[in-house]
């Protein structure tokens, strides 16, 4: 079966054997997106729902381990470039494309993603990521985040938020002139936050978060 016809059980269990963080940054909000709500999301929405990944040049802003970028390279993406700013998650995410075997289809550059500029423009048809929800000292990193993803994409931005700040994005997006739209599915969903931190006193966490579509000037 090719790539781009995955069907959900295998994306699923293609991603759930990927390496996670062996000590996560509280400060980089480094929680691992679950596999099957980065499967839905990529497979279910991004890819059958508006078919934003095959043959596209697809960007991740904050990569962390890799899940979503190598999610969009097995679903048939043209190229994927990743975006973080740790080494370690740099060096894990790396480790998960080749034990995938996708060397070559995805690219991974170090930056500080609220500064990254592009002088070519515009470079990517699409962007999918799950930014810092602006907690931890980070306020405001959420916006940022999509602010970047919003300079550097032509076609669509998926980006996930956290379902309290959806008001707030949306007055952003309309002062931008940028359309904004919730998933259904993934409108006030309840994501799981397993205890990876030390600091954590359940075995998990749960989190309301919405998935934002922003459509992209092309200018």
């Not at 959900?8 to 054997?17: D, E, I, M, T």
Request: proline content about 3%.
């Amino acid at each position: 079966m090719s790539r781009i016809g995955m069907k959900r059980k295998q994306l699923v269990g293609a991603l759930g054997s990927l390496d996670g963080f062996s000590e996560p940054k509280v400060l980089l909000e480094q929680y691992a997106l679950p596999a099957e709500v980065a499967a839905d999301i990529l497979r279910d929405v991004v890819h059958l729902g508006y078919d934003d990944l095959s043959g596209k040049l697809v960007a991740d802003l904050g990569c962390g381990s890799g899940v979503l970028a190598i999610g969009a390279a097995l679903l048939g993406a043209r190229h994927v470039v990743a975006f973080d700013i740790d080494d370690d998650a740099l060096s894990v995410a790396s480790e998960n494309v080749a034990d995938m075997e996708l060397d070559g289809q995805v690219d991974f550059v170090k930056c500080d993603v609220i500064n990254l500029r592009c002088g070519a423009g515009k470079l990517f048809d699409t962007i999918v990521m799950n930014p810092p929800y602006g907690t931890k000292k980070n306020e405001g990193r959420d916006v940022e985040f999509l602010q970047t993803a919003l300079r550097l994409c032509r076609g669509y931005v998926y980006s996930i938020h956290k379902s309290s700040t959806r008001d707030y994005l949306e007055k952003k997006a309309k002062d931008w002139g940028v359309p904004m739209t919730v998933d259904k599915t993934f409108k006030n969903f309840s994501l799981e936050l397993p205890k990876t931190m030390r600091f954590h006193k359940k075995d998990a966490a749960y989190v309301k978060v919405d998935l934002l579509r922003f459509e992209c000037s092309k200018k």
